[in-house]
């Protein structure tokens, strides 16, 4: 029985569909990456929600919505923490990571959300996840990293592509070093030297 491929569809933007990009790229998941111009109406009646991102596995299974597909890929490697307290606090990462960082960055890097929204998310979240770092090494504590790490690494690498480098000089050593780690992954790497520029810096 033939086999196909997994691949993965969504725009040039990075935004929503970075994190499942690296996500996949960092297990070294060897996949089709579809980079959509548009979304026509007979695709778009193939697509659950009329929207993207969309994966579909080797056997056929189709999942949207971004963060389900990352915790799914993420289970196949047993990248979501030991402990039912570590998969709670991978949750919750998911949820401000996708929620509180990575849209309102977008919609600034857009021009419809106010710039001044950046200075609080820094001051609030990467705060945050770098005191969590310097307590515990990993975002979802344990002896691991999880998607939790991951995501955070994600947002961090974002914002400083949205061009906010300068907000983060010498301020965040451990989100440093997380930065590190994940761009020392091969397939991270490859990712990040290949994927095509939107145009649009967002």
């Known amino acids: 029985m ?8 969504y725009f040039k933007v990075l935004v929503l569909g970075q994190l499942p990009r690296f996500t996949l790229n960092y297990f070294g998941t060897d996949f089709t990456d579809n980079y959509v111009e548009s979304i026509d109406d007979e695709f778009r009646k193939t697509l659950k929600f009329g929207q993207l991102p969309l994966f579909v596995d ?30 709670a606090i991978v949750d919750e990462t998911i949820a401000a990571v996708h929620d509180d960082v990575i849209i309102p960055g977008y919609k600034v890097g857009k021009g419809v959300e106010d710039k001044k929204v950046i200075d609080t998310i820094i001051s ?32 961090y690498h974002y914002y400083k592509h949205l061009g906010h480098s300068e907000k ?18 091969k397939g991270i790497a490859e990712y990040i030297k290949n994927r095509p520029d939107s145009g649009r810096g967002i």
């Open 2 to 9: 033939t086999t196909n491929k997994p691949s993965f569809s």
């Open 58 to 87: 080797s056997d056929g299974f189709r999942l949207t919505q971004t963060d389900a597909i990352c915790k799914y890929i993420a289970a196949k490697h047993d990248f979501l923490g030991k402990s039912i307290k570590e998969r």
């Open 124 to 155: 609030r979240h990467f705060t945050t996840f770098e005191n969590v770092l310097a307590e515990n090494k990993f975002i979802a504590g344990g002896d691991n990293y999880t998607l939790a790490d991951l995501y955070v690494f994600v947002a």
């Open 168 to 185: 983060f000089q010498n301020k965040f050593p451990h989100l440093e070093a997380l930065q590190a780690h994940f761009e020392s992954n």
